[in-house]
């Protein structure tokens, strides 16, 4: 280990930062945070360090840096661009057995800035040891990822409640087990949903009654996405790693179930036409016994869960039964599969309203509003279509819709293997068979399907595009 981490306590410490442009302005910032006094020595201050200095009553001593500088002060940042001054600044705070740093030249500094993670009270620090910067602040964007802003909240509410816990279990071993309890349990879950005066509640409550630690479980209703893990969001990744139990769909990919808790008990509840794992009203039935017996129940389903999810018809049953839950939208099929596949749903061009519907069968009919569907400037998307093809095209086009209207089919969008085949409203049952296209697909119709030519080398990612070929295993022209 290169440096000993450590966490300074900087409040009203008078800091020296010798330095005014732009480097220099990034410590002064954190130094300001932290609670130091700064006295900033430089010939000269850029704009923004200028305005920090006013702001923040600085000292400012507009002049070169000489050794007298040091009087006074408790820690000290050298941040120019003059190698000899860095020097001297580092040489002159050693000999007086001050704490220094010199930026991006750690063989100059006794310490060093780590990347950070400001969750205040709760800070994390991540170094390199100053070898590579850079890798230090890509692990820190990871983390800040997966740790939410309202784990501050959560360690300040534990802050309130240390000496009453200290009182109630005189021994160590089960303090920990209560704050295990706590951080790991629904208490936790509140503070992350912002109901802090609940949190506070059922705390107060727990150390009222230490029998309470058999509490009645919750359930998170979280939408899974469309496919591509990189698409789930930072609150179901959170949740998909505490949950107990796991209930996933079929449209769930198996790479985003892999993610979940590795000792949570998984259950395949998924539908398919006519073949049904579990009834709708078992999966309902199951997610409260789960929840009565104590058990963080994740119900992870594709797509959005209040989008032909069926999660309204769960949540009654929770709500009847007084049972806790959580609701964690996700990117529905139709918005993940159409960026994927090149296709804007809207364009102030070709369609300014868009309409997603379900192709489900229910009693072997397809009961749309068939007369609302037709208009030019109009994008439909069809979820579950592919069973009642036929009978969407031949309502389509009797009720006005163009026979060569632009068409898409977007099968396993987001994923690897997505194909998306282009054709037009009279061709597309015949596409179905012949391309032998299988679910879970999306059917996309509208104008805007022609912009797929276009669009299509972006896979929704900031980073590489994907030529087109690339992206679609199969693109005909009809």
Known sequence: MEFLPIFYNLKNQLCLLVGGGEVAHRKASLLVRAGGRLRVVSPELGEEMALLVKQNGCEYRAKNYSVDDLDGVGLVIAGTDNVQVNIHVSEDARQRGLPVNVVDQPHLSSFIFPAIIDRSPLVIAVSSSGESPVLARLLRARLESLIPGTYGNLAKLVGRFRDQVKTRFGKINQRRAFWESVL?????????????????????????????????????????????????????????????????????????????????????????????????????????????KGKRVLRLKGGDPFIFGRGGEELDQLMEQQIPFQVVPGITAASGCAAYAGIPLTHRDYAQSVRFLTGHLKNNTCDLPWDELIHKNQTLVIYMGLISINLICENLIAHGMPVNTHVALVERGTLPEQRVIIGNLGSLPTLVEQKNVKPPSLVIIGEVVQLHDQLAWFKGSSTSPVLPGKLNNECPKI
């Open 184 to 292: 790991q349990g629904p208490i936790a879950e509140m503070v992350f949903a912002g109901k802090n005066e609940l949190a506070e509640t059922m705390l107060k409550k727990l150390l009222d009654d230490t029998s309470t630690s058999e509490y009645t479980g919750e359930v998170y209703l979280v939408g899974a996405g469309p496919g591509d893990p990189d698409l789930l969001t930072f609150r179901a990744l959170r949740l998909m790693q505490q949950a107990d139990v796991v209930l996933y769909d079929r449209l769930v990919s198996p790479q985003i179930v892999d993610m979940c808790r590795r000792d949570a008990n998984r259950i395949n509840v998924g539908k398919a036409n006519k073949k049904h794992t579990l009834p709708q009203e078992e999966i309902n039935h199951m997610l409260v016994r789960l929840a009565k």
